[in-house]
């Protein structure tokens, strides 16, 4: 895993936030929003780490989390919508 990868990573493990924009993750690694876009897209380790998270933001925005966040803090509900949801959020579906 490259330095990118990891400063994601740090980026969505930070315990203020349930879950994280793409621009939230860029301003706190110091990175592009492309740049965190790309990452995933094509980092094999990091799509094993990281989940899309099943709401939007406020805004309408993509959230992302890692997959132990998601499990240890999603709510029942987020969890539900997760399991049955059949139209998933895509990182595509914001950039």
């Not at 400063?7 to 994280?20: D, G, T, Y």
């Not at 939230?24 to 989940?51: C, D, F, M, W, Y």
């Amino acid at each position: 895993m490259d330095e990118i990868e990891k400063k994601i990573l740090k980026s969505l493990s930070n315990k203020k936030f349930r879950a994280r924009t793409i621009h939230g993750i860029a301003r706190e690694a110091h990175i592009a929003p492309t740049v965190v876009v790309k990452k995933l897209n094509s980092s094999p380790e990091l799509n094993q780490q990281v989940k899309i998270y099943p709401r939007r933001s406020k805004e309408g925005h993509v959230l992302l989390t890692t997959r132990a966040n998601f499990d240890a803090t999603a709510s029942i509900k987020d969890k539900f919508i997760e399991a049955f949801a059949s139209n998933r959020i895509r990182i595509e579906d914001e950039y």
